[in-house]
Every structure is written in structure tokens, then in C-alpha cells.
């Protein structure tokens, strides 16, 4: 009787795509947690605070667990497939080029606009400093011409860290991250132990609930107006997976170790920062805290523009506030700085995919960096300092973007999953025909709670990144551009324009645009939402919508000859196939 050896399962094949594998586990770690805390930590408490009061701490741990399970899903598909410009690229394999553009370029649009806004952040903070007063206008929102002067020249110094090469990157975002652990560690420890008030979180201040009439509204509301964009940056981990020693190891746990820490801190990041407000400054007929422009109290000003610094003044802890005044450019430069370089990377995804000129793969002789990419991508968000000239405007574009980017690995780990069972699977994630699903509805809810003006520009910026990989398609400057797989992501633009109907019917306006400029927290600041789907029936919709296209795009998925085309990079076929 003969016996038959059982296939072994294929390895990839780590080859770096001309990039230089130097980033180890510490590396891979502190890339994602150095994106996790950056100015999300200077400004997300008081945004969340604003609109639901001490319930916000509801809204950081609901945040928490819908980006970790999107956390998860990436911690099987990095080590799956260990390529620059990883979450681009995952919807193109299960997909093909269509769905690879459509994500990629939601990928590409969300970390170009993070190192913009993490300067913005910085020097909205610098200007209470006297040398820097006049950098920014508080009453407006806006960076005045010094201001961006100074937004122009930290850039230039992002662009120039990034140039030196990955391992001087990773050296540099290694000593930046430490700090930017442990300074909001020791924020925490400082203001609950230093005039904390424990009255803030009840009858005193308006109660756990200060909007009774409907308490769960103001806690999904905080979710898009700074939560969900201060717990970004898991992903980059993956997005460096091409120049990782050790992907097979390291990539996983990177993803995994990095989501928990920043959720934990900033969870009590929130306790401490209701704790230590105080308690005259929180109950007015607007709400639990009065943050708009109309309100001329001279420490509401400052906590618009420094929360946590004028916290750390009004408790009386001076060296404390000038330790955030430090960090408040570490932690934003840091995430900035590291933004640049994934956004770099994912521009090179999509050039290696065909979607975009090449010359965004070319990398230098000797740093192995992609130049073209990086100078190309500090230009494209300067830009966006533009037309969104604070922090709170800018986030909920970023935070739409970055979902709809997450919102593709679900899709894709399902898809793949069926299409190829037998690749190696460092990590698998557990009950994933249950947990896949709902992490794509959670992905749907955020977008949806982001709002029907967020989601409009959102979709605008889309059609935009659509023209732009036409144009380079047919001018053909990528010799390596796809055919167009129409038939497998024939769900794209119906899901697209189902949220968007949903999104304009529904009961969402877009907080992070409205509350800090004072017009309201449930108010639009653009045509729409018409508030016909009532409450609760809304969250219902927009679930079934989800379901029906994540089953739907798993259906269309490509054919398993195509996906081994298309993954030929990574594992490569046996000679003769």
C-alpha cells in the first residue's frame, strides 16, 4: 500500500520589492503605536467630552473594540501577504484591479491627510506658547501665514527623516514612540491623583447621561469626531510589511499588542481628563461643555486650543503643562513623520499594482526609498491644510477614509479564505465567518456615523482618485497597468451609493465640522441628513445593507487562477504552471 505525502503549504517569498528589510519587531510595534497616539490624545478628550460628557468613556471603549476586531482581521492578512503598501493591495488580490484601486486610493487619501493634521496639531498647541501666539487664529480655526510657514518647514523635515533610509526612520520613530507612551502615562497618573473630581461624573456635572433624551446618539456621535481617528495607525505595521526582518513573526503581534496598548491609554486618558476639569467650566445650556466660538471665557478658549495643557494650568501642575507643551510637537511630528512614510509605501502598492505611474516604485540607489512618493505625498497634504484648516474639521475626513480603507480586509479575508485555504496562516483569526461579518457592518456603522457632509466630500475625493488612475491608464505611464476586473467588484458603487442614500436619509449630521464652530451638535452644516429613517431603525439598515454586499462581494470574488496571477509576487508559481 502506498502512501502520499500531504502538499506542503507554500512560503512566501520575502524578496522586499527592491525595499530594505531592516524593521524589527520593536519597529513594526512602534510604527503602529506611534500612529496610535499622536495628536489624538491632545485633542480627543475634549471633542468626546463636548458631546457626551463623562458617557464619552462609553464611546473610547466601544471605538476600542470595533478597531480592534478590524485590528484582527489585518493580523492574519499582513503575515499572509508581507508587501509594502499592504491594506491596498489585500482587496486586489481577492478582488482585482478595480476593488485594489477603489481601497487603495481610500488607503493612499487617508494617510495623506494624517501628517498634515498632526502638524496642524502641533502648532495649534505651540500657539499658546508667547513665541508662536500669533501661528494660529482661535477664533477662526485657522493657521495664520506664519502658521503655515511653520506647517511648510515641519514637513520639509518629515520629507528629509523620511529620505535618510527605513532603518534611521525606524531609530528616530523608536525614541519619538517611547515619549509618546509615556508622557500621556504619566498625564493619567498626575490628574487622578492631583484634584481630581469625582463629582464630574454625576448629578454634579449634569449626570453620566447629560443628554437624557437620547444618551445613545451623543456616544455614537463621538466616535467620528475624534475616537476612531485618535485609535488609527494600527496598520502600519502592515504597511511596512515589505521591509519587515521577520513578517512571519512579527507582523501579527505588532498589529495586536500595539491596538491594546492605545486603547487602554486612552481610555483613561478620558477618566482623567473629566476628572481634573473644573466643574464650573462643564454645564451650560449647550451642552456639557460650551466649546463653541460664541463662548469667550478666556480658559475655554485655551482648552480649545491646548486641552490637556490648560487641564494640567487650571490644577496648578506648571511643570506638567510645560511637559505637554514639549510633547504636543513629539507626539503629533511623530505620528506625522510616520504617516509620510506608509503613505509613501501605499503609493508604491498602487504603482506595483499598476494603478498609478511607476515612478512612484522607483526607489533610490542606496536608501532604497521611493523619493518620487515621498516628495509627491508631503505636497498632496499641504494641501489639505487648505480647504480644512483645524483639527476637528479635517478629522472626520480622515476618519471616513480610514474606515472605508479597513472596511476592505474583512471583504478580503472572507473572499480569501475560500479562494486560497491552504496559504500559511501565521495567525488565524478565531470564528471568522461570524467575526469577518460584523467587522464590516462596525466599518459601515462608523462611515455612517461620520455624516452625510463628510461622506459627500469623501466621495467627491473618490471620483477624483478615480479620473487621476484613469489618466494614467490611458496615457499608459505603468507598463504593468491591469485589465479591469469589473465582474468580481460589481458590489463597489452599489454599496457606495446605498451609504450614501442611507447617509442623506439618515439621523447623522457631521459633529467634528459643527461643534467646535458652535452651530450644535445634531445640526448639518450642509444639505442633509433629512432625518427620515428614524433612530435605532437606522443602525438596522445600515447593518443589512453591509451584510447583503459582504455576501454579495464574496459570491463575485475572483476565480482562484486569477488570485494565483495576482499573487505570483509573494508566492510564486511551481515551474511549468
Request: aromatic fraction near 12%.
Amino acid at each position: 500500500m502506498s502512501t502520499v505525502a500531504p502538499q506542503r503549504a507554500p512560503e512566501p517569498v520575502l524578496e522586499a520589492e527592491n525595499l530594505h528589510r531592516g524593521v524589527g519587531f520593536l519597529g513594526l510595534l512602534w510604527a503602529s503605536e506611534g500612529s496610535i497616539i499622536g495628536s489624538g490624545w491632545l485633542f480627543g478628550a475634549l471633542t468626546a467630552a463636548a458631546l457626551a460628557g463623562p458617557s464619552a468613556i462609553i464611546g473610547w471603549l466601544l471605538g476600542s473594540v470595533i478597531i480592534l476586531l478590524l485590528a484582527l482581521v489585518h493580523a492574519e492578512l499582513g503575515p499572509l501577504f508581507p508587501v509594502s503598501g499592504g491594506t491596498s493591495r489585500f482587496p486586489h488580490y481577492a478582488f482585482g484591479s478595480f476593488a485594489g484601486a477603489t481601497f487603495g486610493w481610500m488607503s493612499y487619501l487617508q494617510a495623506a491627510t494624517v501628517a498634515p493634521i498632526e502638524v496642524l496639531a502641533a502648532i495649534q498647541y505651540l500657539s499658546l506658547a508667547s513665541f508662536a501666539h500669533g501661528w494660529y487664529d482661535a477664533s477662526k480655526g485657522t493657521l495664520s501665514g506664519t502658521g503655515i510657514v511653520a506647517a511648510v518647514i515641519l514637513m520639509l523635515i518629515f520629507v528629509i527623516i523620511n529620505m535618510v533610509g527605513i532603518r534611521w526612520l525606524a531609530r528616530v520613530n523608536n525614541a519619538a514612540t517611547w515619549w509618546k507612551v509615556i508622557i500621556p502615562v504619566l498625564a493619567i497618573v498626575v490628574l487622578m491623583i492631583n484634584g481630581f473630581h469625582s463629582q464630574n461624573f454625576g448629578h454634579a456635572a449634569g449626570g453620566f447621561f447629560p443628554n437624557s433624551n437620547n444618551p445613545v446618539k451623543p456616544i455614537l456621535l463621538t466616535l467620528p469626531a475624534g475616537i476612531v481617528f485618535s485609535l488609527l495607525g494600527f496598520e502600519q505595521a502592515v504597511q511596512l510589511g515589505g521591509e519587515a526582518a521577520n513578517p512571519k513573526r512579527d507582523l501579527a503581534r505588532a498589529v495586536i499588542l500595539s491596538m491594546i496598548i492605545g486603547a487602554v491609554i486612552y481610555c483613561l486618558l478620558q477618566v482623567a481628563f473629566i476628572g481634573a476639569m473644573k466643574p464650573s467650566l462643564l454645564v451650560s445650556q449647550h451642552g456639557w461643555l460650551n466649546m463653541g466660538a460664541t463662548n469667550t471665557n478666556a480658559s475655554v478658549v485655551k482648552l480649545n486650543q491646548g486641552p490637556f495643557w490648560e487641564v494640567a494650568s487650571l490644577a496648578g501642575i506648571a511643570w506638567l503643562a510645560t511637559v505637554l507643551r514639549i510633547d504636543a510637537v513629539i507626539s503629533p511630528s511623530g505620528t506625522g513623520l510616520i504617516y509620510l512614510t506608509s503613505s509613501s509605501r501605499l503609493s508604491f502598492g498602487l504603482s506595483k499594482n499598476g494603478y498609478i505611474p511607476v515612478a512612484f516604485e522607483k526607489t533610490h540607489a542606496r536608501t532604497r526609498v521611493p523619493v518620487f512618493g515621498v516628495i509627491i505625498c508631503a505636497l498632496i497634504g499641504l494641501l489639505f491644510l487648505l480647504p480644512f484648516p483645524s483639527w476637528a474639521k479635517l478629522v472626520g475626513v480622515v476618519t471616513d477614509a480610514s474606515v472605508l480603507m479597513y472596511a476592505g480586509a474583512p471583504l478580503a479575508l472572507g473572499a480569501l479564505r475560500k479562494q486560497k485555504p491552504d496559504l500559511p496562516r501565521v495567525y488565524r483569526l478565531p470564528a471568522a465567518k461570524v467575526l469577518g461579518p460584523l467587522a464590516f457592518v462596525a466599518a459601515s456603522w462608523v462611515v455612517y456615523w461620520t455624516g452625510w457632509s463628510i461622506y459627500s466630500t469623501l466621495m467627491i475625493a473618490l471620483l477624483i482618485g478615480y479620473a487621476l488612475m484613469a489618466l494614467s491608464y490611458v496615457l499608459k505611464l505603468n507598463p504593468h497597468r491591469p485589465t479591469i476586473d469589473w465582474q468580481a467588484a460589481a458590489w463597489i458603487i452599489p454599496y457606495l451609493v446605498g451609504m450614501g442614500v442611507i447617509s442623506y436619509l439618515g439621523q447623522f449630521p457631521s459633529p467634528a465640522v459643527g461643534i467646535l464652530d458652535g452651530v450644535g451638535v445634531f445640526k448639518s452644516v450642509l444639505v442633509g441628513p433629512t432625518f427620515d429613517i428614524p433612530f435605532y431603525v437606522d443602525l438596522a439598515v445600515v447593518a443589512a445593507w453591509a451584510l447583503l454586499t459582504y455576501y454579495a462581494a464574496i459570491a463575485m470574488r475572483l476565480p482562484e487562477r486569477k488570485v494565483d496571477e495576482y499573487v505570483e509576487e509573494v508566492y510564486p508559481l511551481p515551474a511549468g504552471e
